[in-house]
């Protein structure tokens, strides 16, 4: 039995098709280990939204190689997501093959399994000779009959596994499940590199993401994600784009459901769930109904994460982002002014080309006026292929990048500590997701971490219902009540 590492970078979207390779490794009869050490199969499920997380993918391989010299032949490493252009084998198994070398040039999917047996993208000189393969993850079908080439023997599996979208995951926690609901971005925000990786929008039909959370509840799954870059637009692909925006004002004022929110509710009707979530989301896509979802279906938690990126207009025109600071407040209002206690979470680029210390200030400003519970913020570098590297040259130094960075953080702790201390002495249904050194991790319904130490008679998967005690920055302290 073949021994496999998995090491993923990035999203709740890079989780979730991590566990499809698990389920087609594991049925393909390939064992997990904790190490690469340990491993035959050394697997990179990678991010290229922002720069580091290449890095450490770069650093991780050649670290492989340099470590374990003697032996890194008897290593198969590959790589997956969103780094990965195109489907590839290295030079070295190609040896035998003829292949079509106009069709293999083509950056794009592959029409057929035969059109794998290529290596014309040189998207990594750095990593010449140290990877075996590199895998589209809407290919990953055919993961079995790449191996059983490489292997020269057969795994068993060549022709079992399904497209994509239809592909099962094993879940690594049963009490929560990560469905994904669509494929692709058409949003091309200049400074992204999703949409010429990922290509457009796909929707997985309402039956078949039901179908698939259905089964996850009866495997104990009491917590469900909708995941995908842009969840809002969810069918907006067969849906013409003025069509949609003439409409939206429809939905707005709740003459019509949009596809997402008549997604919600067939979800909200699953019995023995208690709580759906969904991530993420783009402000400019929002409706009225989706807002409204948060408070109409008893199933769904009172959190969003929606991206701001900057409060200048000026700034979010040049990322191409459609919507204004103004937009997003609105919500952000809307939201609290219903539930105090509504969590929300956002995401901002730290320096995009051209910013001013004017712009960043009023950014600044947005973190005082919309006090958010978490934001990941990004220092700003330029990805390649990105409609920003041909416009927009990133001229800001990354010492005033730093600094910058330091300052959301700080303000960041301070609108945490503040937003946390009003559940002090609260009483919240915890889900108990997953332990470690002796006390035990889960959220309440508006995202909050909250830990204890373990006891007995309760474990993971449990529900239980406590009393918040104490801050600890960025979680909480809590004690079981029953």
């Not at 021994?3 to 991590?18: E, L, P, R, V, W």
């Not at 009225?288 to 994460?305: G, P, R, S, T, V």
């Not at 998967?461 to 005690?469: N, P, S, T």
């Amino acid at each position: 039995m073949e021994k496999y590492f998995i090491q993923t970078f990035g999203c709740a979207m890079n989780q979730a098709d991590s566990e499809k390779i698990n389920m087609i490794l594991l049925q393909s009869w390939f064992f997990k280990v904790k190490t690469w050490q340990d491993a035959d199969l050394v697997i990179f499920n990678t991010c290229s939204v922002r720069q580091k997380w290449e890095d450490k993918v770069f650093w991780a391989i050649n670290d492989i190689a340099n470590t374990v010299i003697e032996s890194w032949k008897n290593k198969i490493v590959w790589i997956t997501w969103c780094m990965v252009r195109k489907t590839w084998i290295s030079s070295e198994y190609l040896s035998d093959y003829k292949r079509d070398k106009n069709k293999a040039k083509k950056i794009n999917l592959l029409d057929n399994k035969e059109w794998i047996f290529n290596n014309d993208d040189k998207l990594f000189p750095r990593l010449l000779g140290k990877l075996d393969f590199a895998l589209r993850i809407e290919e990953v079908k055919y993961l079995p009959f790449i191996l059983t080439h490489i292997l020269k023997e057969s795994i068993g599996a060549d022709n079992v596994f399904d497209d994509y979208l239809k592909s099962k995951q094993l879940r690594e926690n049963p009490s929560q499940a990560t469905i994904i609901i669509q494929t692709g971005c058409d949003n091309y925000c200049s400074y992204c590199i999703v949409p010429f990786t990922r290509w457009k929008e796909n929707s997985r039909s309402i039956e078949d993401i039901v179908s698939e959370a259905k089964d996850a509840v009866l495997k104990w799954a009491k917590e469900i994600t909708l995941v995908w870059q842009n969840v809002n637009s969810y069918w907006k692909q067969w849906i013409d784009r003025k069509y949609w925006n003439k409409e939206k004002s429809k939905w707005n004022e709740g003459i019509w459901k949009s596809p997402f929110r008549e997604l919600l509710e067939e979800v909200n009707k699953i019995e023995w769930l208690d709580r759906i979530r969904f991530t993420s989301s783009n402000p400019h896509d929002m409706t009225q109904d989706i807002l409204d979802a948060h408070f109409e279906l008893d199933k769904m938690c009172n959190y969003l994460h929606f991206a701001l990126q900057s409060w200048s207009n000026e700034m979010l025109k040049k990322m191409n982002r459609r919507h204004s600071y103004s937009d997003f407040k609105k919500m952000v209002d809307y939201l609290r002014n219903k539930d105090p206690e509504f969590s929300i979470s956002t995401d901002i680029i730290v320096w995009f080309s051209w910013e001013t210390e004017s712009m960043f200030n009023k950014t600044i400003k947005s973190f005082n006026e919309c006090e958010f519970d978490f934001a990941y913020n990004a220092r700003y570098s330029v990805r390649k292929g990105t409609i920003a590297e041909k416009l927009y040259p990133d001229n800001v130094s990354d010492t005033i990048k730093a600094e910058r960075w330091h300052t959301l953080n700080d303000l960041l702790l301070e609108s945490i500590t503040k937003r946390n201390q009003n559940m002090l002495c609260k009483i919240e249904k915890i889900l108990i997701s997953w332990e470690k050194d002796w006390e035990y991790f889960g959220r309440t319904r508006n995202f909050k971490e909250v830990f204890f130490k373990k006891v007995e008679n309760i474990k993971i998967w449990d529900i239980v219902e406590v009393r918040i005690d104490k801050l600890n920055k960025y979680n909480l302290k809590w004690t079981i009540i029953s």
